[in-house]
């Protein structure tokens, strides 16, 4: 079973919609969960850390639920920027899991 | 203040031959890890050097990957008698302990 487990998509969306991106983690004792941007033949950027009680940076909202063993992103008013593939990422005991990534595009 | 840096960032080499990557990470952290990254594909995970804790190698492909980081700082990671199925990206990335990654920007590798 893989460490972690993301829709590859694609997720084509109209600006200004809402989408959101889930990823399944398999490690209960898993410690600390990000999410990543990755533009084409560009390496991944931090977007943002994702905290226990959810956390919101503008129109991107990220959120843990360790009960189910996932954490999802949410992004509000697509921007056509925001086109990207979006990759999750867990640590456990130090050592980082990816997702495959999810891919968005976003359409005028 | 300065990211992680790698070199070269472009790489072509014939079939058969060595060639040596190098990652500078980010000063301060004591994490580094080595990925690869075919085209349209996920993150592929490699080795990863916590402090002076012994590496794990567990993702390298074959004996013909190798890798070293020295001073706990800079790393070299190192293909012995590339094949084609050695290209990709090769990213590097440091952090410090569990705390979020950050990558540099990758050597784009091809084996002609």
């Known amino acids: 079973r893989k460490e972690v487990e993301q829709d590859p998509g694609p997720f084509n969306v109209p600006e200004g919609a809402t989408v959101a991106f889930n990823c399944t983690y398999s490690n209960s004792a898993s410690q600390s969960f990000f999410w990543y941007r990755q533009d084409c033949r560009k390496e991944p950027k931090l977007l943002m850390s994702?905290?226990?009680s959810g956390n919101e940076d503008g129109r991107f909202t990220a959120q843990l639920n360790r009960a189910s063993q996932y954490i999802s992103l949410l992004i509000r008013d697509s921007k056509l920027s925001d086109s990207a593939t979006y990759l999750c990422?867990?640590?456990?005991?130090?050592?980082?899991?990816f997702g495959t990534g999810t891919s968005l595009t976003v359409i005028p | 203040g300065a990211g992680v840096s790698q070199s070269p960032s472009n790489k072509v080499t014939e079939k058969g031959k060595d060639v040596e990557l190098r990652c500078d990470p980010i000063?301060?952290?004591?994490?580094l890890y080595w990925y690869r990254q075919s085209l349209g594909q996920g993150l592929e995970f490699l080795i990863y050097?916590?402090?002076?804790?012994?590496?794990?190698k567990s993702g390298l492909p074959s004996d013909r990957f190798s890798a070293e980081r020295t001073g706990g700082s800079v790393s070299t990671l190192t293909i012995q008698r590339t094949q084609q199925e050695d290209s990709a990206v090769y990213l590097c990335?440091?952090?410090?302990?569990?705390?979020?990654?950050?990558f540099g920007p990758g050597t784009r590798l091809t084996v002609t």
């Open positions: 990422a867990v640590n456990t005991g130090n050592q980082f899991y």
């Open positions: 994702v905290y226990s």
């Open positions: 990335a440091s952090s410090f302990s569990s705390y979020e990654q950050y």
């Open positions: 000063s301060g952290h004591t994490a």
């Open positions: 050097f916590q402090g002076n804790s012994a590496p794990d």
